[in-house]
């Protein structure tokens, strides 16, 4: 009975609210090299040299003769194009760029092990993984009062310059996920995932209004924004937080950080973020 339920209940998730599904077992490849669009654009059947980065395109991939083989989507990652597909499609895949991209500047990876993927579905996907919506997560950080924009940002910061930070987000690097109040679109709760200068690093930040707290939402929205940032490629994330909030240390200690010796920063690794 109780498996009945919670499978009544996982349903009622993805078709009326949200669920995070994980697809990692999918076959991934990446193509990286100055050829990689021209080459890829040739070999499937949608406009993949019209991609910019951050867009993806579902395609098809053919034999010369115009038999499918598989299906697969195609993401522009800036740095290589990523190749999402079928398992049982995969070495069709690879067999199909193996044989065609001789001549071509074109090299060939192997990701199906390397990169998770993770899927938010239902009715309530779009706003609650999107970062698009700039102005109201400006309006959620521009709400926070004089304290809470101290834990968020680490110091007292003025209106024009939360602006600023709004403004210079990378929407294709970061990973924001942020909890939108049931009755309207007012967003309630932001965990961050921000590029830093160090290689497969990211940044954490989270904050939450206060009418919110004391219900775990913002270790929910950590957990998920880990996820989302591991299965892109990041291998530790990087958490700053003033040493005499005990909320924040607790949180951190939650996600099964290592504390830094200066005991205001944690590392965070992929291990960590089952939920």
Known sequence: ??????????????????????????????????????FLQGQVSNDVEGLAEG???????????????????????????????????????????????????????KRTLERGLLALIGAD??????V?????????????????RNTRFGGAIADDMIGLYVRRIDAARAVLVGALEAWGSRIVGIAEAQPTDRLRVVELAVSVHPT????????????QVLLI???????????????ANAA?????CALGARAGQMRNW?????????L
């Open 1 to 38: 009975m109780a498996t009945t339920d919670t499978l009544a209940a996982d349903y009622r998730m993805l078709t009326e609210a949200c669920g995070l599904l994980d697809r990692s077992e999918r076959g991934k490849l990446a193509l990286t090299g100055g050829d990689a669009k021209s």
């Open 55 to 109: 867009q993806g395109c579902y395609s098809a991939f053919l034999t010369p003769k115009g038999k499918m083989l598989g299906d697969l989507r195609v993401l522009d990652a800036g740095d290589e194009l990523l190749l999402d597909t079928e398992r049982v499609a995969l070495q069709k895949l690879f067999n199909m760029i193996r044989r065609f991209s001789i001549g071509y500047d074109v090299q060939l990876h």
């Open 125 to 130: 996907a779009a706003a609650i993984a999107s």
């Open 132 to 148: 698009g919506d700039l102005p109201e997560v400006e309006r959620h950080l521009l709400s926070l009062d004089f304290h809470d």
């Open 212 to 223: 919110h707290r004391g219900r775990r939402l913002g270790l929910r929205l950590l957990r």
């Open 229 to 243: 940032a591991f299965a892109r490629g990041a291998e530790a994330a990087e958490f700053q937080f003033d040493p």
């Open 248 to 252: 924040i240390a607790r949180l951190a």
């Open 266 to 274: 944690a590392e965070i690794g992929p291990v960590y973020t089952s």
